[in-house]
């Protein structure tokens, strides 16, 4: 099935990203709730919880295993969750000595919610490294057209000239601001999820808080107490993902104006049409603005999901699930397509 | 990359829809696509606009013609719609003297608009069997256990007793409805796109109306005049899939707070949970909520996409790539789920 | 307070309409509601269930009613509703005898909701009217400049010659199907509601379906069964709205694209710039890209509400009451604002 | 006409909140319009850019000044935007003289958004005092009933026993990042608008960047170059405003969950039903959720806007219009609400 644009045979070729998606395979999320169920393991080792001897075989185990993905399935559409059997593959795959340990205090939202966590800390860095490119690449633009004359349009009509460097400027300058909002988010939010069964890590006694911070500390999380029916941190990076990728639309409606007046900006690159060939499309400009309004749109079922009642919301987390990894895929896409539009723009302005 | 919960390795298994996915493979659509080349170039024959044995040529050709995907891929990327990529090949699968009859007169949005409104066509028939198959279902509910007392609540309060078959009726009676509408929707709107390079069929002269009528008869679509930057059948369509995903999601949202009462519904099936073996959720009737809420996030971008500006507007036109196989996803799922949960009822109101 | 653009001391001249919203002041729904009353009184009279002379009273008082609007306003703060108190103040008005036969086995919700589809109605009434003068309008400007050149336009580039009337087409025959699905709510959506406490007319005995009837009759409603929790109307009634404002938005924002390029199009009246007294800004036309895309936000939140959990949701419902008057309003000044516009056009196409 | 709940008549005493609404008046708008005139004259005469006492002239007038609002809105009605009317009854209440050098340099969106930040940072203080009262109510209540017992739900099942203090936590901790949040863009994010026709504050010479950062001190905000077309902050704040009503909406959730099982919350205050006298229903726990997914709603519009073309966009900026004051109003009546429910607490937990 290719239900999603982003990971579409041939429309994945537009709007996908290869880089982000590497992210949000299933083998990724696996991986990642390994890395967690280790780190559990390993803490509650530390903290005399359980045996150091099952903590090693534990991360031994997560290290070799392979899941039965056709069993995941099943499972997750009986259980709502794809937890429980994997809970149940690892122990099989480990023996019942050890087995008894794994996942011991932990609830599935813990395992969930900080393997998400865990990817969207890489995710951004990727993105930041994207803005760094592309504030070089508009700064680039400006060192060679900065200097000349554009038209300024105000109301869709021409009002007085400006500078190409005005306009960069506007495409430029919000770029700053989100890579500080994405830095801080990096720093500050993104928080390991340990809550146990209803969030009161009620087996691990008074080792609780000293558990959640060795785990945090092992996997570069902030260590928070438990948020899972908190979801602001979500509705907050979404919203940030959709400041970006507003950002790039604004840049991308700009270019396609640009284009369409014909006068002002030299492209390469651009599509071709199945019944014009003198056509020159701004692909990549249109595509920008699409996956703006794309994420413009997905954001409000991410603040839909905030009225996450009692404990655990089964309707309203499963709701993240569908909307936040295409959002973040969107924007990735939008950074890797603005990237390549400002890469292909050989002129900007009156010469 | 799994980045769609609807094809997800896993998460497919509980959000997923086998039966409507198969109407978004990549192979699907280029099928739907190579109908309509078929469809056009038969009709076009018949009009005296291309050979005879060239349209016999291009049958035969569409019948034997398995697309390079990668190929595919890369020209999207570049030319921002498949379709150019798609011609050069299927012409380099025929020859240079049929080839040159290929997509004549026609343009991508011809192609793609029409080869959606088919697998549309589809959807709208399994889906009205499904939903006669959930009034069945809820019939047989109401007959079995309609006549028993059961607990009205208005603002979440204890109002007065009222039946089950009164509450089985506000899930069934908006389902009926919604027959009428997607009945309404498949036989009058949705139409056949065929209007060449700006709309106006310019390549085909007096026989543009001949021809297009020729080709919605062959493929079973309503013939229209081309409604390339018209989209209001399609969020109108969108807002129907919402209609119906939304009344599942109210029945879905009726079952959790009975579960969570406890005393006045029994289930099968449902989900385990990682950290409580005690526990059976309600998961499918939390998945209608989260489908429902899905939906409805979805539907605001397909009526962002209406304002399509002049002739085609590549954002707007991306964007419903984005956003209507989803929700046509969700709303199979939802049929799906619905269907599952109410052969799960095993008993409903005060015995 | 001001906080509605729509009802807004002087954004309302560019943003509301005054005929739209004379049905959505205080007084026009305590007007309809009192109307309600007074045929339900009518009809359970006639039916025996209350003396006639009660429903006379009854229709004689709801004749002079004047209600305390900060009374209402108080108890609708405590009750989240205003029925009941304005009930009270019913009952006062006309005394105790004739004042206990007052919402006689009704509920809140028959009142609200009986009252909004009555003015619904007008509403439809209205902008089947405008959407008739629009329809008129544009096929003058296709009279008068339907067989010159214009350039057509796709993915923001030039692409082929059409005519003017190949444009015209495209704003002028959405406008057709939304009068065809306008005339199809408008005669048989437009439902009354009437189910009293819990939807099963509990009080009326054998006499309930006779009692709707007529009741619906009197109004002018179909006399289908009680929908209090099935709200597919409301939410399909939103989305048509939305598809209405969407076309003028595309519209719109092609002459705002002409006018940027400037040789296509000539227009009247326009906007004034504080800063450059040589720009005439095509403020109409990107008004109705704002509104259209303002309802596109909003039909979100009604397909939301949905989700209307058991007899009665009050959030679901109270979600409704924030969301559907300014989208009314919306369409309203959308139709208004787009016959000012046609009226506006002086020239389109190279002459 | 009184479309919006917000300022309804009766429908504002549940939805509304005077408070807040004091910022969003027209008076109010013309008010902060004439605080930025002022100063900008001010700082404008201390540049040498304009007559000292034509500045002193402009400060008085602006003191005495009482806008025509007829005619503010008949002339927004032509040009989009009320500041070319508003300049120029001003200019005329001042006479030629001094009059000439009302606006001088600056533009529409200049007034208009600095108008606009001037009333946001009021509103910051507001909710900030709001959330600090939220804050206390919830660790009074944590005090009193915290120790006791209360069954913990995920996925609307029962799971475990937690404490209510576990309950409370998850109501209030959001909360304090939602200060940190406002406090943050309360202090670096409310920035001045001061660019001129087009942005480059062409008419202020070398004194641009001191006129700005003088007229930015004299009204409290941020002094960031102009941000016309960068709409980031406006929606970064809508974003906020949708997290605190979000997390605001799952404090009244639970409430109504809990007031329908019955048996671990007692509430005071509540509402009454017009046809079931022994009903009290939790009505601003319930309109808590509808204003959370009103906001969650509106704020996919504003991060639409984001796509803000050009310079100045009248389509994406009078969206904003449409959406942001009824947020801000809608999260003002959201911790009007919040507060009044914590207070109307009798008893949570088992006892």
């Given at each position: ?5 982003f990971?579409?045979?041939y ?33 509650q ?6 045996p150091?001897a099952?903590a ?22 009986r ?10 593959q ?11 340990h ?5 609830t ?9 966590m ?9 993105f930041l ?8 690449d508009?700064?680039?633009l ?11 349009y105000?109301r ?16 430029r300058?919000?770029?700053?601001r989100h890579r ?14 340990l ?13 609780g ?28 990076f979404?919203s940030?993902?959709?400041?970006v ?42 595509a ?10 997905q ?5 839909q999901?905030?009225?996450h ?16 990894p ?15 539009l ?10």
């Amino acid at each position: 099935m290719s239900v999603s644009a982003f990971s579409h045979p041939y429309l994945g070729g537009l709007l996908g990203d290869e880089e982000t998606g590497r992210y949000f395979t299933a083998e990724a999320e696996v991986a990642a709730m390994l890395a967690f169920e280790r780190a559990r393991a390993d803490a509650q080792a530390k903290a005399g919880l359980i045996p150091v001897a099952a903590a090693e075989r534990i991360a031994h185990a997560c290290g070799a295993f392979q899941p039965d993905m056709a069993g995941l399935c099943d499972a997750t559409a009986r259980d709502g969750v794809v937890v429980p059997e994997l809970v149940r593959q690892l122990k099989q795959s480990i023996g019942p000595d050890a087995g008894k340990h794994i996942h011991f205090g932990a609830t599935s939202q813990d395992v969930i919610d900080t393997a998400l966590m865990l990817r969207v800390k890489q995710v951004c860095s990727l993105f930041l490294a994207r803005l760094g490119e592309l504030d070089a690449d508009f700064r680039e633009l400006d060192a060679s057209f900065g200097h000349r004359p554009l038209m300024a349009y105000t109301r869709m009509q021409a009002a007085i000239p400006i500078t190409v460097g005005d306009r960069i400027g506007a495409w430029r300058e919000p770029l700053e601001r989100h890579r500080e909002r994405l830095e801080r988010v990096q720093a500050s939010s993104l928080a390991i999820q340990l809550g146990g069964a209803a969030g009161t890590l009620d087996k691990l006694g008074d080792r609780g808080a000293a558990v959640r911070l060795a785990v945090a500390t092992e996997l570069g999380l902030v260590a928070a107490p438990q948020w899972q029916s908190q979801r602001d941190r979500i509705a907050e990076f979404a919203s940030l993902l959709s400041l970006v990728s507003g950002s790039l639309g604004k840049f991308g409606q700009d270019i396609a104006l640009l284009a369409q007046a014909g006068e002002e900006v030299e492209l390469s690159g651009g599509g071709g049409s199945s019944a014009m060939a003198h056509k020159q499309n701004p692909v990549a400009a249109e595509a920008l603005v699409a996956l703006a309004r794309f994420n413009a749109t997905q954001v409000s079922g991410l603040h839909q999901s905030l009225v996450h009642e009692q404990e655990r919301s089964g309707s309203a987390w499963t709701l993240e699930w569908m909307l936040l990894p295409p959002m973040i895929l969107a924007t990735g896409a939008s950074l890797r397509l603005a990237l390549e539009l400002t890469r292909n723009i050989r002129s900007l302005g009156a010469s």
